[in-house]
């Protein structure tokens, strides 16, 4: 595989050293792949542009499952990230959905918060947790703490633009790769009944389930807030998700575009074939401020509120 930078949303982002220009390429380069497979961030790009509008990455979501043996989940993920300056910022439960989540920030605030959920496996039945666990079992090797130490050094400038491009590579393949067997096609099935997340893992992996628009960012007036750019969007013939997660003047709305359905890669009784399966949505996001009690200045709000991300998770489900 052949990583090649896109002309994303990151890389127009100021940078103070190597290692946050790394972390930018990472972004684009898993951007160039997620616009590709979801047509609907085209379209976006098309009324961002005709509209003389600024687009603005406000986060990136990812989804793993937690697992002991191996050692999977958020923690796997995240320090690939904590490697190149993410903090932890604050931690979310989701208890009808069997999952948790931490979002991630950078010390460069223009930088794209991270939202990295994980599937609480063993609040699962046992034949669910037999189907994840055959395919964790195989999972493949982390990438190697050489690796984690050389994105933590590279804000020195000493590491040759040829090893950052061999590291790019490699923490784009750990992202995008599936990190486990082909499942089973009927595996799939099956365990969708139970957790459209779980199903969903099987056959993405760790990969991105969305970008964002900051609809903040936006700066024209034509898509000045989310409901101006549903609408927008809708006329172009984009579908939407209607119902705003988030009322007027809180501090966060959301809402998303169906997500795009593609071809995965699953086994039939042995033999390899694929099927349609929810892929990932674009997700429309317009942040308000909150008050600070102890020194009552006002901020813009920078975290996420769970019920609202609840309703988002649903887009993916898939009724196969």
Known sequence: MTTSISTGPHLRIPVANAQERFACELFDSLWDRYRQRVVHVRSYEQLIAS???TFVNDHI???TIAGQSPLTGISLLSRLFEALGYRAANCYQFEDKHLSAIHFQHPNGQFPKLFISELKSWELSSSARD???????????????????????LKNGTVSPTQQAQWLQTAVESIQDLPWPVP????????????????????????????TSLINSHGVESLGDIEKTIAALQQAGVPVKTEIEGDRGTKLRQSATEAAVIDVAVRDQGRETTMSWTYAYFELAERGFVTDPETSTRSRFEGFLGPQATQ?????????
């Open 131 to 153: 189907i994840l666990h055959c395919s964790a079992s195989k999972h493949r090797t982390p990438i190697s703490e050489d690796l984690l130490v050389g994105l933590h050094q």
């Open 184 to 211: 089973e096609m009927s595996d799939v099935i099956t365990i969708n009944k139970e957790s459209q997340y779980a199903a969903w893992v099987l056959v993405h992996g760790n990969n991105v389930n969305h970008f």
């Open 51 to 53: 509209a003389g509008a």
């Open 61 to 63: 979501a990812f989804r």
């Open 312 to 320: 988002l998770f649903e887009m993916t489900r898939t009724n196969r």
